[in-house]
């Protein structure tokens, strides 16, 4: 089993461009989650999906953020136009259902660095 | 909105030294979880509570689920430099289907050489 699969592992882009990370879950998981990293707030869950239909996308910052999962085995998360103040590290966790007595297994997260 | 209060924030240690982190709510959970995250890497899951007073141990690792359903305590004994990280507890409060688990601002564990 490879794991959560993300890429890239580094993103370094200037303020304005758009940026899209990726996610490969692990095969059989329901649940595809899109947290954010930083040493202010922690990890913050940005949105989570189950079956490819997105549950909560209550912690996405503000409409430059957006998610898509077009099927199964893949989502993106997509900043358009990025701030510096969007840089953090962004981890993509996937679950094989609900969360009772199941854990979230994360991939090594896409550090972005917006100047 | 739900928040968890993990303490301390960082800890330096001396290898072979025991280690005692925590985890406080105001709010009951109904799940204890707690992870590590090494250096470069995702978070990785240690130990899951799942029941209140609930005590499990993974090796050097000791977890407690408190009475309250408010906290929760890790212990590290016997540290190495392996334990080197940070430590996130997370809760979850499992009232509905699709509740979402909450992480605390987790603890750094520096073993000083």
């Known amino acids: 089993d490879a794991g959560v699969i993300q890429s890239p592992r580094h993103e370094v882009t200037e303020m304005g461009q758009e940026v899209t990370l990726r996610c490969k879950p692990i095969?059989?998981?329901?649940?595809l989650f899109w947290y954010r990293q930083t040493m202010m707030r922690g990890l913050e869950l940005l949105i989570y999906?189950?079956?490819?239909?997105?549950?909560?996308d209550s912690g996405m910052p503000e409409d430059r953020f957006s998610a898509k999962m077009p099927n199964a085995s893949f989502s993106t998360l997509k900043i358009q136009p990025s701030e510096p103040r969007d840089s953090a590290v962004y981890f993509c966790?996937?679950?094989?259902?609900?969360?009772?007595?199941?854990?979230?297994?994360f991939g090594n997260g896409t550090r972005l660095t917006v100047t | 909105g739900q928040q968890l209060n993990q303490s301390p924030q960082s800890m330096f240690i001396q290898e072979g030294e025991d280690v005692s982190m925590n985890c406080t709510s105001s709010s009951i959970f109904n799940t204890w979880l707690w992870y590590k995250q090494d250096p470069g890497e995702g978070p990785v899951l240690l130990i899951a509570?799942?029941?209140?007073?609930e005590l499990t141990s993974n090796g050097r690792l000791t977890a407690q689920f408190g009475i309250t359903r408010k906290d929760s305590f890790l212990n590290i004994s016997a540290s190495i430099p392996s334990d080197v990280g940070i430590y996130f507890c997370a809760g979850q409060r499992l009232m509905n289907r699709d509740d979402k688990i909450i992480f605390g601002k987790g603890t750094r564990l520096h073993i000083l050489p």
């Open positions: 509570l799942y029941k209140a007073g």
């Open positions: 966790a996937s679950s094989p259902k609900v969360l009772y007595n199941s854990p979230l297994h």
């Open positions: 095969s059989g998981h329901d649940y």
């Open positions: 999906f189950n079956n490819n239909v997105p549950i909560d």
